[in-house]
């Protein structure tokens, strides 16, 4: 599948962009910041919302790609100085249930396509990165991909109900400790082993593997798998408890305050429980 020749949609690159191409029956999204590893702005979040309503409506596509510039990353996570602006105290912590809502909603609407989604991962699918690596239906990766939501040692925030449901069903619930609670990240060869990944190619076949897989689910009944999608959607995220108090626990908290500050001030935090 050739890049060279698509229609390139996308916004400005100040605070990087979210890039929505398109070649025949397949359409690939990019998340293009490379020099922040793709880290998520605010504006790209708008543009991935606004790319996935379209694609939604969009008959003529048969499968979505998503995929990191660069070749480092696939995204690492939010930017996050973006929450310096959060406030202190209980009005932080209403930020934060404000903020996991607006992803979840982003992400909801990857997972909800009509059609088969394909993730393409390179380097580091961190935080809100790995939420969306999780949200299309198949991943391949390269051998040195890592997979991680280092929360608990870099800024002490949390994930939403829904995106822990996500991790717990595609990972297995004690790698989603692992990832957690012990801040580890996890190998590509440890996600082939436990079905994350569909597949894991050198570099070199990268390209080859994702063009054979869109051609393979191009070529199947394409209302089936709409409807196979939203059964296993459904069975995912429905009856999720209500955790906005968890939520707003974590984002108000003065250790939430001291991670954001000691990320953006290159320094390790020091955690206090409060």
């Not at 932080?92 to 393409?120: F, H, K």
């Not at 280092?150 to 297995?172: E, F």
């Not at 999720?240 to 939520?247: A, K």
């Given at each position: 599948?050739?890049?060279?020749?698509?229609?390139?949609?996308?916004?400005?690159?100040?605070?990087?962009?979210?890039?929505?191409?398109?070649?025949?029956a397949?359409?690939?999204?990019?998340?293009?910041?490379?020099?922040?590893?793709?880290?998520?702005?605010?504006?790209?979040?708008?543009?991935?919302?606004?790319?996935?309503?379209?694609?939604?409506?969009?008959?003529?596509?048969r499968?979505?790609?998503?995929?990191?510039?660069?070749?480092?990353?696939?995204?690492?996570?939010t930017?996050?100085?973006?929450?310096?602006?959060?406030?202190?105290?209980?009005?932080?912590?209403?930020?934060?249930?404000?903020?996991?809502?607006?992803?979840?909603?982003?992400?909801?609407?990857?997972?909800?396509?009509?059609?088969?989604?394909?993730?393409?991962?390179?380097?580091?699918?961190?935080?809100?990165?790995?939420?969306?690596?999780?949200?299309?239906?198949?991943?391949?990766?390269?051998?040195e991909a890592?997979?991680?939501?280092?929360?608990?040692?870099?800024?002490?925030?949390?994930l939403?109900?829904?995106?822990?449901?996500?991790?717990?069903?595609?990972w297995?619930?004690?790698?989603?400790?692992?990832?957690?609670?012990?801040a580890?990240?996890?190998?590509?060869?440890?996600?082939l082993?436990?079905?994350?990944?569909?597949?894991?190619?050198?570099?070199?076949?990268?390209?080859?593997?994702?063009d054979?897989?869109?051609q393979?689910?191009?070529?199947?009944?394409?209302?089936?798998?709409?409807?196979?999608k939203?059964?296993?959607?459904?069975?995912?995220?429905n009856?999720?408890?209500?955790?906005?108090?968890?939520?707003?626990?974590?984002?108000?908290?003065?250790d939430?305050?001291e991670?954001?500050?000691?990320?953006?001030?290159?320094?390790?935090p020091t955690?206090?429980?409060?």
């Amino acid at each position: 599948m050739s890049e060279g020749s698509n229609k390139t949609l996308g916004g400005s690159t100040s605070q990087g962009a979210t890039r929505l191409s398109r070649e025949g029956a397949i359409a690939t999204i990019t998340f293009d910041r490379p020099e922040a590893r793709n880290a998520m702005t605010w504006e790209m979040y708008g543009q991935l919302a606004a790319h996935c309503e379209a694609l939604a409506r969009d008959r003529e596509i048969r499968v979505v790609v998503f995929r990191g510039a660069g070749g480092q990353a696939f995204v690492a996570g939010t930017d996050i100085a973006q929450f310096l602006a959060f406030r202190s105290g209980d009005y932080g912590g209403d930020d934060g249930v404000a903020y996991e809502q607006r992803i979840d909603q982003g992400i909801q609407l990857i997972e909800q396509l009509p059609m088969p989604t394909i993730a393409v991962i390179e380097g580091w699918a961190v935080g809100g990165g790995l939420a969306i690596a999780t949200a299309c239906d198949f991943r391949i990766a390269t051998p040195e991909a890592k997979f991680a939501v280092p929360i608990a040692r870099t800024l002490g925030n949390t994930l939403s109900a829904a995106n822990i449901a996500r991790l717990q069903a595609a990972w297995g619930q004690q790698r989603v400790r692992r990832m957690l609670l012990l801040a580890e990240s996890l190998r590509a060869e440890e996600a082939l082993a436990c079905g994350y990944l569909h597949a894991v190619c050198a570099d070199a076949e990268l390209d080859a593997a994702r063009d054979a897989l869109c051609q393979s689910l191009s070529q199947l009944a394409p209302v089936t798998q709409a409807v196979s999608k939203e059964i296993l959607r459904r069975l995912t995220s429905n009856d999720l408890p209500d955790v906005d108090d968890l939520i707003r626990q974590c984002y108000g908290s003065a250790d939430f305050r001291e991670g954001v500050a000691a990320f953006t001030e290159r320094r390790k935090p020091t955690w206090r429980g409060n």
